[in-house]
């Protein structure tokens, strides 16, 4: 098995200052196990900001190198993002491999990715990563692009591994293009029959592919670990009072969830942008539950997601010691619904919830959206129902039925009588 060393650097200038960096290295400990490799040591060093050449100090380099040597560590892993020439300047003074957290996570989503759309966005993610840190003396490239590539290629080199990333870059986009077309195409095909969306978002390990299951009787793989879901599958569910739903389950948030992560499964995450709906899973057992519903509202806002309806479902509660504790939770919670996905409870109680939501999501209503605006008019007819369209020289006056985000986004050109 890989041995590994952790190190996590308490920085005391706020802009660099980490919110809990205990946790992020019980995180990033996590994450090592995921990656199927093991944790020998962890090292916390506390600076004022990060060193340009080499992120933490000189003397602690060299002192991590000695206990890699001591424990015979092949690999050591930082838990914030480090630049090409620090990796490499590290890796001279340590003498191990030298990795960083969003290279960790991008190794475990290409462990686990399986359909052909989760390979790719993998890969281009792992591509884009490497773009930027093709600099000076080069990097190992056979360790990510698959030898490419060694150590210290010339300018002249890398202008060509330049060249040839960027090529497979625009081929990976175009596949993805493709690829997403059948998604879009399925999508359009529910909107038209206003087949309300339903997203499972949720941290990663919270229970959202055992709680696909539960509802939908899919055989969504589930497992104890994390990101086992990266590609989003989508199944139909039809409520107590026969309205028909699709629900679909996504890859789950991480805090500090890489940026090019977020980018490359867009595709993937296209599915909550979507839905008229989230059902925010929380595993309330786990110690750092807290963290982790405000690091899955990060990621919701940078997908522009976080003013949707949400509902928090409060999951493995049979795993809770004390039942009281789930009124404080439901207290600290917006919207919550307490649950076992794995034991089959309160589930109706979750369904009649989401039938409540559902039924005030759309509203009617009469508009006039001037000439200037067309666009609106598009954006009514992809996201609503249009009754009654009367075009006029200075616009159009329209009623539709609307999702509520929607028409309160069109406040202004709503009809006074
Ligand atoms: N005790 C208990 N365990 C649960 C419950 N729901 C899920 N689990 C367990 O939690 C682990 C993770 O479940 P998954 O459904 O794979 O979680 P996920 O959110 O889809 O995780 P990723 O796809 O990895 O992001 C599995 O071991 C499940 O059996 C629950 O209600 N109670
Ligand atoms: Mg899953």
Redesign the pocket.
Known sequence: MEKTILVSVDFKDRHFKKLNPEDSLLELEELTHTAGAGVVEKVVCMRQEPTPGIFIGKGKAEEIALIAEELAADTVIFDDDLSGTQQRNLEEIIKAKIIDRTQLILDIFAL?AKSQEGKIQVELAQLEYLLPRLTGKGIDLSRLGGGIGTRGPGEQKLEVDRRRIRKRIDKLRKDLVDLTKHRENTRKKRKEKHIPAVA?V?????????????LTGSE???????????DSLSRSLTLVNHQKIVIS?T???LSHLPHHLIEAFKATLEEVKEADLLLH?L?V?HVRCYEHNKAVYEVLKQLDSDQKPIVTVL?????LEDRGWIERLKRDFSNPVA?????N?NIPQLLEKIEGELASLITILDLFIPINRMDLVDQIYREGEVYKIDYTAQGANIKASLPIVTAKKLFAYHKKF
Do not use: C
Not at 220 to 230: A, G
Not at 315 to 319: C, S
Not at 339 to 343: D, E, M
């Open positions: 686990h499972l949720g941290y990663t390990n919270a229970g959202k592919s055992t709680l696909l299951n539960t969504q793989n589930v497992k104890d670990s994390l990101f086992t879901t990266l389950d890859v789950g948030f899973v595993d057992s999951n493995k509660i049979d795993k649950i076992s996905a794995l034991k409870e």
